[in-house]
């Protein structure tokens, strides 16, 4: 075993930043969805990491505990949010975030 | 602790304030609950309050008795103003407690007295509720008339002043929707109201000046300088006097401010023979004979006020001979009395001023209630004419008061005719009664001080002694003038017996300071200087043979022939114009009216015209207030309204839509723009954490 | 090098590989498969952490149900490809800018000795990171957390249901 902590960190970043791109260019609201559950993951491996780095002590397992919440509000979350695209699509008739600019000022 | 023991201590002296406390409570019951306990108990509350007072009153008598020093006996600190300092306190002395004696004795009897005249009149007048109020009136006089006597200081003098003045008002308007044109008994009360202002403010003045030159009003501190330094202040206790004297005027009704007392009688006859006869008209007397020390001092006020009182007591003489109401006959017999009174404090002699003050509410009260007597029993007769069918007064409006409507009432009325007759003859000072002795005395100190004081006096007993004997032989003897007249009857004992007693009063008054005994003098020695007259023979016969001549001329003018019925006073034919002068009342009334009161109303309309209605309102309002108001707001609305605020206002508005004009241009709408936003925070965030914190 | 370190690093690969294509692709069916791809990954890491229970959990819930949930209503709603026509100008160049700014600040926290990481991992106890552990723990310490979780779920069920009603047909 000779995976450093910091190399797992470095990739959650990475992935982080890639998620993160893809809200701010992307226009279809499915892929930004996407780009958000991927900055998840991120973050969930993250706290993998952590929790190995900490592995012997039993506190370290909350680690594991957290992930698995965070999936569950995913998955609560992405049954809302595709529902909510569902609805604005039936309005507008595209997922194109930039045509739903109504508050525009 | 024996009763002796309590004498001794002089702790007696601690219930005087009840004297005030009891016709309080008194009124406040009656006040408060009169209208639940019927006429009887409202009555016999009042009258006992009263009576209570008097016991009061005697416990105080016997204090002094082994402490004739006096004392005065502190109830509470009531204003305390840097250098002014005023306690409520009473003062107890020889002759504050001469004074609570009479006023709670007479007082007690008219209160009984009332309970049975009122008990008609409410009736007779129609409005029997009226019947608590009256008594609690009149346990108000009496309560206000006791803070007056007992009296520490001026202020609490001028307290008790101003309480015995309204009630004086309340209860002459007694009837206030009565009278002539329906408002005659409400412009008496205001005419006596008015009047007693005039003097009120002098007593006012007198105060102010005191407090000036003493810095207290305090009796005892006033009389103390006055006795220490009243040589180099002669000029200003002259002015404090004078306007105190002015004061005395107003309250006891002289010359020149007496003309309230006549209207007066438009009160309930009670109200007449107590207020306006026995006891508040005597306050001034009360005052000056209390203020002697200052007046020692002034010679030329006391000179003045022997002059006013004599002056007063002829001239009001002069006037009731020409009288045909029975109670103004009384009114101007007792301002002449009060002329006596006054005359004899002038000439320095308090002592027989206080003397025939008090035999005076003797006989004078007794008058009056045997007026009211004879008065009723003549609305008894014209009741009972109208509700046996009989037109009596012919259809014109009927005057009960009117002696032109009696005669012949000494067989139907006897207490009252013998009463009277005993009160006449006292007040005409015929030896032994009381006005012989009282009257007596101050003709002797007059004769003894000033000759021309004297002779006024004299001239003016004589005319007591005619008007008096004019006024008993039109009303009891002779034949009937009227239907009512003939069918008059007596009244219930209730009226009566106060009568007798106050009687007894009238016949035994003389002994409080019969020559050679000089109780009073005695008595009153511990609280002023007195000088003692000695009974001088010659006065006391001419006065009496003055007396009888008159009586007798009386006789021969109205008794010899009786006064028909309808046809004038003999008097009339004889003396012609003088008497349509005393008849109306020398025209005293219509002078004023004439020289102040017209005048007065002249110029307040013109003041009204010129300062207020000119002046202030269409000039200084209408033009410079006005004017100046319209053309500043019109300037502040120009100028500074529509430019500065409005300037401001627009101008914040202006800048804020400017402002957030452009920065609406930041909400593009755009969730992705959003977004950009939102991570820009997000590097800022932890740019602090990573680099902030440290 | 080891072998795990060798594993690592390939795992890695792809999963930033399958990022960015996942980014960049023109077709949202094809954006989804490849986050399929990067979700499968990392489960592989999460394997070589010792955390197999979330590994399956990932595989299972993310790769598996959301990840399918994702393709129907892309189909459903027939929106492969939207952006036909470029917006927001800055928007791009902007974006490219701040995520670099992001990165430099990872790195900084990393490799500038700001938080003194751990060095290598050490070994872990029996059973760590197995079903057992973490539900013992679960329904240990975190019982009303996640029955909670439970009716976050329910609601969301029913959010899901009221927002896609078809109200046209319904009765208001």
């Given at each position: 075993m000779n995976i450093a902590t910091d190399y797992i960190l470095a990739l959650s970043g990475v992935l982080f930043v890639i998620g993160v791109l893809g809200v701010l260019v992307r226009r279809n609201a499915i892929v930004i969805f996407m780009s958000i559950e991927l900055m998840l993951n991120s973050a969930n491996l993250a706290l993998i990491a952590f929790a190995r780095a900490m592995a012997?002590?039993?506190?370290?397992?909350r680690g594991h505990v957290l992930v698995f919440f965070v999936i569950a509000v995913a998955a609560a979350e992405v049954a809302v949010g595709l529902a909510l695209i569902v609805a604005i699509f039936r309005t507008k008739h595209s997922i194109d975030v930039d045509q739903v600019s109504s508050l525009q000022g | 602790m024996s009763f002796s023991e309590v004498l001794q201590g002089g702790s007696l002296f601690a219930y005087a304030p009840l004297i005030i406390a009891f016709p309080l409570l008194g009124l406040l019951i009656n006040m408060i609950f009169g209208r639940r306990l019927g006429e009887r108990a409202v009555g016999i509350i009042a009258s006992s309050a009263v009576g209570l007072s008097f016991v009061i009153a005697i416990l105080q008598f016997f204090a002094l008795s082994t402490h004739p020093e006096g004392t005065s006996v502190p109830i509470a600190d009531w204003i305390t103003i840097g250098q002014l300092a005023v306690p409520w306190s009473l003062k107890v002395d020889t002759l504050s407690v001469t004074m609570m004696l009479m006023v709670t004795g007479v007082s007690a009897l008219i209160h009984v007295y009332a309970i049975g005249y009122m008990h008609e009149d409410v009736r007779f007048q129609g409005d029997p509720g009226r019947f608590t109020r009256f008594f609690v009136f009149f346990n108000l006089f009496v309560a206000t008339m006791m803070v007056l006597v007992t009296a520490d200081n001026f202020l609490m003098m001028f307290v008790g002043w101003e309480g015995v003045g309204l009630c004086s008002y309340l209860l002459i308007g007694f009837w206030f929707e009565k009278g002539e044109d329906g408002i005659g008994n409400a412009i008496a009360g205001k005419k006596a109201f008015i009047t007693n202002r005039i003097g009120d403010f002098g007593f006012l003045i007198a105060m102010f000046l005191i407090f000036g030159a003493v810095g207290s009003l305090q009796f005892a501190d006033v009389f103390h300088w006055a006795h220490e330094h009243g040589l180099e202040n002669v000029d200003v206790i002259t002015a404090i006097t004078l306007f105190l004297l002015l004061g005395a005027t107003g309250k006891s009704a002289q010359i020149p401010l007496f003309v309230w007392l006549p209207d007066a009688m438009a009160g309930p006859t009670p109200v007449s023979a107590l207020i306006?006869?026995?006891?508040m008209v005597t306050a001034g007397i009360y005052m000056i004979a209390r203020n002697q020390a200052l007046y020692d001092v002034a010679g030329l006020s006391s000179n003045l006020v022997a002059l006013i009182g004599a002056a007063t007591a002829l001239f009001a003489a002069t006037i009731a001979v020409g009288q045909f109401d029975i109670k103004r006959v009384l009114a101007y017999s007792t301002i002449s009395q009060l002329g006596f009174m006054l005359a004899a404090v002038g000439v320095g002699a308090q002592v027989a001023g206080m003397f025939h003050l008090v035999t005076h509410a003797f006989f004078k009260a007794l008058l009056f209630l045997s007026a009211g007597s004879v008065i009723q029993g003549i609305e008894h007769g014209h009741h009972h004419l109208e509700h046996v069918g009989a037109n009596p007064g012919g259809g014109e409006a009927f005057d009960p008061n009117d002696m032109r409507n009696m005669g012949g009432l000494r067989s139907k009325m006897k207490i009252t005719f013998w009463v009277y007759l005993i009160g006449a003859l006292a007040l005409s000072g015929i030896f032994p009664l009381a006005g012989f002795w009282s009257k007596d005395e101050i003709l002797a100190d007059a004769n003894h001080e000033s000759i021309v004081i004297f002779l006024l006096l004299t001239v003016a007993a004589f005319f007591t002694a005619f008007y008096m004997g004019r006024q008993i032989l039109m009303v009891f003897f002779g034949q009937p003038r009227s239907e009512a007249a003939k069918h008059a009857p007596e009244n219930p004992p209730v009226m009566t017996v106060p009568l007798i007693l106050l009687a007894v009063g009238a016949i035994?008054?003389?002994?409080?300071?019969l020559p050679g005994m000089h109780t009073l003098t005695d008595w009153l020695e511990h609280t002023l200087h007195v000088h003692v007259t000695e009974f001088n023979p010659v006065v006391a016969g001419l006065s009496t043979l003055l007396a009888l001549l008159a009586i007798g001329i009386a006789w021969f003018v109205y008794g010899r022939q009786p006064m028909g019925k309808g046809s004038p006073d003999p008097l009339r034919r004889m003396l012609g114009p003088i008497f349509v002068g005393m008849e109306n009342k020398w025209w005293v009334d219509e002078l004023y009216q004439f020289l102040i009161v017209r005048p007065y109303i002249a110029l307040a309309d013109v003041l009204a015209d010129v300062i207020d209605w000119r002046f202030w309102h269409d000039w200084f309002h209408d033009t410079v207030l006005a004017r100046t108001f319209r053309e500043g707001t019109r300037w502040l609305n120009d100028?500074?309204?529509?430019?500065?605020i409005d300037g401001i206002a627009n101008g914040l508005g202006n800048l804020t839509q400017a402002i957030s004009g452009r920065m609406r241009f930041l909400q593009t709408g755009y969730v992705r723009n959003y977004a950009l936003s939102f991570l820009v925070g997000v590097l800022l965030v932890l740019s602090y954490f990573i680099f902030g914190s440290s | 090098m080891t072998l795990d370190l060798i594993l690592f690093f390939g795992i890695a690969f792809i999963a930033v590989v399958s990022a960015i294509s996942m980014l960049i692709s023109r077709n949202a069916i094809y954006s989804a498969l490849f986050l399929v791809l990067n979700f499968v990954a990392i489960a592989s890491l999460y394997l070589l952490l010792n955390a197999a229970f979330i590994a399956m959990v990932q595989v299972t819930v993310y790769a598996g149900a959301i990840m399918v949930l994702f393709l129907f209503v892309i189909m459903l709603l027939g929106a492969?490809?939207?952006?036909t026509s470029p917006s927001l100008p800055w928007q791009l160049p902007v974006a490219i800018l701040l995520g670099l700014v992001l990165v430099a600040e990872f790195a900084y926290v990393l490799f500038g000795k700001v938080a003194q990481a751990g060095g290598e991992l050490t070994g872990v106890g029996e059973?760590?990171?197995s079903p057992a552990s973490v539900g013992r723990m679960l329904f240990d310490q975190y019982l009303i957390p996640f029955e909670v979780t439970s009716i976050l779920l329910l609601v969301a069920m029913v959010g899901a249901i009221v927002l896609t009603r078809d109200d046209r047909k319904g009765s208001r």
């Open positions: 012997p002590a039993a506190e370290a397992l | 306006h006869a026995a006891t035994l008054g003389g002994v409080l300071n100028a500074f309204d529509l430019r500065v | 492969e490809r939207v952006e059973g760590f990171g």
